[in-house]
Every structure is written in C-alpha cells, then in structure tokens.
C-alpha cells in the first residue's frame, strides 16, 4: 500500500495567520491526491482534489500544490472555522489510503 | 445534491457480522458518476478505507478486510451496503459511507454520510 506522511501531526496557529501542511507519498501518486477537513464532532469533507482543484463551495483562501511524492496544503490567512484535522488521500493506487491527519488548532 | 445517510445496529457481538446500509437521495446508485464507498474511523484516530464497489460493479477492498468484508449496491432502493463477518472489537469505529466522485483526472470523496457508531461487545 501506499503510505502517506503528513507533517506536522498537530499545530497552533492564530487568526490571520498563513498555515502550510505537507503530505508525503512513499511512491508517487502523480496528481491523485485529496485533501479533507473534518471540523470537531463531524464527518470529513472534500477540501480539494486532484492537488489543487477546489471543491464546491471551498473558500480561495486554500490552495494546493505539488505531484509526485510531495504536496502541500496552504491557508492563507487562517479563520476559527478553519480548527479541525485535515488528512491528504490518495487516489493512484486501486487501494486508497489516507494520511494520519494534522489537527489545526487556534491560538 | 446527493446525500447519504448510514443506518443499521450500534452493537454487534464479536464474531458476528455488522451489516451497515447507506441510503441515497439526490442521486441514484445506478446512475454512473460516482463509487459508493466506506471508511470507517477507529477512536480517536485517523481515516481508514474500507472499499467501494464502482458503477460497473468492480469491487476494490481493503486487503486488511478482504477475507471477511462484502460491499453491494441494491439499485431497487437506491442503497449500498456493507457486511463485515467475524468481528471483533478491533473492528469497534465509526463507519462513513461516501461517494467517491470520478472523472479522467481525480477520484475523491465528494459526499459523506454523517457516520454511524458501531460498538463490538457482548
């Protein structure tokens, strides 16, 4: 299986703030990689795919980049709705994996 | 729109066989367009995928489940399901169902259900 490493696991960031999460591939996925965010008590939720591509409705202050192996998740100015765990997922390998998660918290 | 919703027990008695269904609406099973697809969260951790059956009926699973899981899609009433034999408490989680959203370029997770608790004791 493909594994998936994102780091940091966790980070405290306050309002305003650019925060960057990196997700890592241990083989290449070429552009089939996902991000979601399950916000506290929810079901997770289609961030973008694809890299880069935002899903309906995902605020432009997310962008997505990379290929291959490494990817990032930018917010570029962070808001309270943004709190929760965001997990990159990929989607090359017929069986899919999601990385451990990186919870987002607030200052 | 489509949405789903999961239903079925919230305890299952180990070396029994949790049956989970997802009901569809905006949307229907047969239509093409999506894999209907679960993943389930064990307490306090990350996402795990279970599998999916595609809209040509492929099955894709877990290699981790493969032996004791089945995912089916019932078109008469616009569900899937899943049933998972032998359990045991390590199979204890929530479990999401999900339509998994093609196109030539991505495969994503674009709808999820609001996850139902399963617990494995007796």
């Known amino acids: 299986d493909i594994q998936l490493t994102q780091s940091p696991s966790s980070l405290s960031a306050s309002v305003g703030d650019r925060v960057t999460i990196t997700c890592r591939a241990s083989e290449s996925v070429t552009k089939y990689l996902n991000w979601y965010l399950q916000q506290p008590g929810k079901a997770p939720a289609l961030l973008m795919y694809?890299?880069?591509t935002l899903h309906r409705g995902v605020p432009s202050r997310f962008s997505g980049s990379g290929s291959g192996t490494e990817f990032t998740l930018t917010i570029t100015s962070l808001r309270p709705e943004d709190v929760g765990t965001y997990y990159c997922q990929q989607s090359f390998s017929t069986v899919y994996t999601f990385g451990q998660g990186t919870k987002l918290e607030i200052k | 729109q489509v949405q789903l919703q999961e239903s079925g027990p919230g305890l299952v008695k180990p070396s029994q066989t949790l049956s989970l269904t997802c009901n569809v609406s905006?949307?229907?099973?047969?239509?093409?367009?999506?894999?209907w697809t679960w993943i389930r969260q064990h307490p306090g951790k990350g996402l795990e995928w279970i599998g999916y059956m595609s809209d040509t009926g492929s099955l894709y699973y877990n290699p981790s489940l493969r032996s004791r899981l089945s995912i089916a899609v019932d078109t008469s009433t616009n569900q899937f399901s899943l049933r998972l034999s032998s359990v045991t408490a390590a199979d204890a989680a929530v479990y999401y169902c999900a339509a998994c959203g093609y196109t030539g370029a991505r495969y994503s997770m674009d709808y999820w259900g609001q996850g139902t608790v399963v617990t494995v004791s007796s």
């Open positions: 905006g949307g229907s099973v047969n239509s093409g367009g999506f894999y």
């Open positions: 694809g890299v880069s």
